[in-house]
Nanobody
Framework: VQLVESGGGLAEAQAGGSLRLSCTAS????????IGWFRQVPGKEREGVAC????????YYADSVKGRFTISSDNAKNTVYLQMNSLKPEDTAVYYC??????????????????????WGKGTQVTVSS
């Protein structure tokens, strides 16, 4: 399983601006799993941001990003996107693409199924300046 995030490596934006992150996956059937994004700030716990069901494309969001971020997927390209609008300085974090990550996706409201095959990528830095 491999997940590769892109979005500039070091994606920067001003408050109120927009960025789009992409994640290309390989090594598993895209349609069989939930895939999504979490973020982490040094010294803080990981925070689930959004996920999308592989079976019916239902989407789930953290309250902190609801209405501002949109997750989508292109199964033909095995790629998931995170469109981030109305960015705030508190969105600054390293963003990771993840698959089948029950620990965080369940907090977003996705009840499964889960298969115990959680993986995540190396992450991409998003910095939002005020």
């Amino acid at each position: 399983v491999q997940l590769v995030e892109s979005g500039g490596g070091l994606a920067e934006a001003q408050a109120g601006g927009s960025l789009r992150l992409s994640c290309t996956a390989s090594g598993f059937r895209f349609e069989d799993y939930a895939i999504g994004w979490f973020r982490q700030v040094p010294g803080k716990e990981r925070e689930g941001v959004a996920c999308i069901s592989g079976t019916d494309s239902s989407t789930y969001y953290a309250d902190s990003v609801k209405g501002r971020f949109t997750i989508s997927s292109d199964n033909a390209k095995n790629t998931v996107y995170l469109q981030m609008n109305s960015l705030k300085p508190e969105d600054t974090a390293v963003y990771y693409c993840a698959v089948d990550l029950m620990e965080l996706f369940v907090k977003l409201g996705y009840e499964g199924p889960y298969y115990g095959k959680d993986h995540w990528g190396k992450g991409t830095q998003v910095t939002v300046s005020s």
